[in-house]
């Protein structure tokens, strides 16, 4: 794994730079695999990212989106992840309707539709049970607890490694999320955060020893790089550090 972190000194410009380095492993897969597979996260800090991505001219039609983690509400509930990245991005920009693979959430059923979203990316990236593909770049953000996608301190979720997607568990919502192994087998993983909220958590995340089941963040060792863009207000206290 190879680990690197940007501290950027506020958000107009953390976002500048994930711009940035979005554009640059974009480009890597296109040139290396011909396509590019994403992922993307939800919450309120990429929104702007996407904001900007929507301003770029890719060939869209090489580009698929899929999501790491949803709430499990309809595509056009406010708290969708899915309908937040439409808006932002994808409703504005040429892609192929077949490009975007949204999480599904109207089986009325989270395991069901963790399982077909399960089989959608099995049947996509052409890998049997047990085998977990390699995303080109995976987007995360990080609460304040520590979390990340919608793996949750002390849920079951976190030992889930037998399978792709699983059912988070905020506070007793469901969510459908990318599980650990699935993450630490992309090529590229960003995670974006900012503000002094996410603090406390960054320093468990950042300690040489501390309890991944209370700060998940830390279970994301993937086997290709792992980029953490921080604005000051989140990591001021982690200048030069690794
Ligand atoms: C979600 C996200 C979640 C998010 C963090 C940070 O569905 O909410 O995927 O993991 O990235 O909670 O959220 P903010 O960017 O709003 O701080």
């Not at 568990?169 to 969510?175: A, E, F, M, T, V």
């Not at 090529?187 to 309890?211: H, M, T, W, Y």
């Amino acid at each position: 794994m190879k680990k690197l972190v940007e501290i950027l000194p506020n958000k107009q410009t953390l976002i500048e730079r994930s711009l940035a380095l979005m554009l640059e492993k974009i480009q890597t897969a296109l040139r290396e695999r011909g396509q590019c597979t994403l992922a993307l996260s939800g919450g309120s800090t990429p929104k702007p990212l996407y904001e900007a991505l929507a301003e770029q001219s890719l060939p869209w039609e090489k580009i698929h989106i899929f999501w790491g983690d949803e709430r499990y509400v309809p595509a056009d509930h406010p708290d969708s992840n899915e309908r937040m990245a439409r808006q932002a991005w994808l409703d504005r920009i040429d892609i192929p309707a077949a490009n975007i693979h949204p999480m599904p959430t109207g089986a009325n059923d989270p395991i069901k539709d963790a399982q077909s979203y399960e089989a959608e990316l099995q049947q996509f990236f052409g890998v049997a049970a047990g085998e977990f593909p390699a995303l080109d770049i995976i987007l995360l953000g990080m609460g304040d607890d520590g979390h990340t996608a919608s793996l949750f301190p002390k849920t079951d979720a976190l030992q889930v490694c037998d399978r792709l997607i699983t059912v988070g568990n905020k506070d007793g919502q469901p969510r459908i999320t990318f599980t650990i192994p699935l993450i630490n087998r992309a090529n590229c993983i960003i995670f974006l955060v900012a503000g002094e909220s996410k603090r406390p958590a960054l320093a468990q995340i950042f300690s040489s020893s501390g309890d991944a089941i209370a700060y998940p963040s830390r279970f994301v060792q993937p086997q290709g790089e792992l980029w953490w863009l921080l604005d000051f207000a989140a990591g001021e206290e982690l200048e030069g550090r690794e």
